[in-house]
């Protein structure tokens, strides 16, 4: 473990309809010590007011997941996209030489929870791109994002991967960094790492360890793990 910063660490911005936590610079937050790791830059944790959102807006040249955990996004596109992303989906965007959209809760009193997630793109200027898919747990740690799809995960311009981890209480799983630089975001529940407890929205990161060993507690562990050159 080379990096660990907790949930409450974070930066914070609360605009009424929106309250967001960064876990790197974003915005009006700037923190030199947390620009990202490796190509992942941004992991904005939402939640939206009911019937509120983001109007349209442009971006180019990164790579867009959104990660809905309650509620839902409905979500429109210069590339002509309309659809509503639900909990449980991930969304990917490859914004490339640019897109505009807009995103919006569309239920009038439940509030919206995402994630927001930027990685920056192997390859620029390409044509905008987007996915959208619900991905069952087949295993302990399942693919959501790979550079070539596999096993069913949507695919990104990048030599990097999102996988999401569920441990079972008291359950062990091990990373090993293979020359890679490896993050790990708590969704839910919450881990030990030696003696190290880890909890909903504390960040870690593996930059030169050589493995990274989690125990899941009681009530169990929910995570996304990053794979990143």
């Known amino acids: 473990m080379d990096y660990f910063r907790r949930a409450n660490e974070r930066g914070h911005a609360h605009h009424g309809w929106l309250n967001s936590f960064h876990s790197f610079s974003f915005a009006s937050y700037y923190d030199p010590s947390h620009m990202g ?3 992942l830059r941004v992991i904005n944790d939402d939640t939206v007011a009911g019937g509120a959102g983001f109007g349209a807006h442009g971006h180019d040249d990164m790579e867009i997941i959104s990660y809905v955990l309650e509620g839902s996004i409905e979500h ?4 002509g996209h309309v659809s509503v992303l639900k909990a449980g989906e991930v969304q990917r965007m490859s914004a490339g030489t640019g897109v505009r959209h807009s995103e919006y809760n569309p239920s009038p009193k439940m509030p919206l929870h995402f994630l927001q997630i930027w990685i920056l793109p192997k390859k620029k200027s390409v044509k905008p791109s987007y996915e959208q ?7 302990t740690l399942t693919p959501l994002v790979t550079p070539n799809g596999k096993n069913g995960s949507l695919t990104i311009n990048q030599d990097a991967g999102i996988y999401r ?3 079972k209480a008291a359950q062990k799983h091990n990373f090993k960094r293979n020359h890679r630089t490896g ?3 708590i969704l839910s529940g ?3 790492i030696n003696e190290t407890l880890v909890a909903k929205g504390d960040g870690i990161g593996l930059t030169s360890a050589a493995e990274l060993n989690l125990t899941a507690s009681t009530e169990g562990l929910q995570a996304l793990w ?3 050159p």
Request: hydrophobic letters at 40%.
């Open 226 to 228: 990053f794979d990143l």
């Open 183 to 185: 993050y790990l975001h």
């Open 165 to 167: 981890l569920e441990l």
């Open 76 to 79: 429109r596109d210069s590339m």
């Open 37 to 39: 790791i490796s190509v």
């Open 133 to 139: 898919k619900f991905i069952e747990q087949t295993s």
């Open 190 to 192: 919450s881990a030990r």
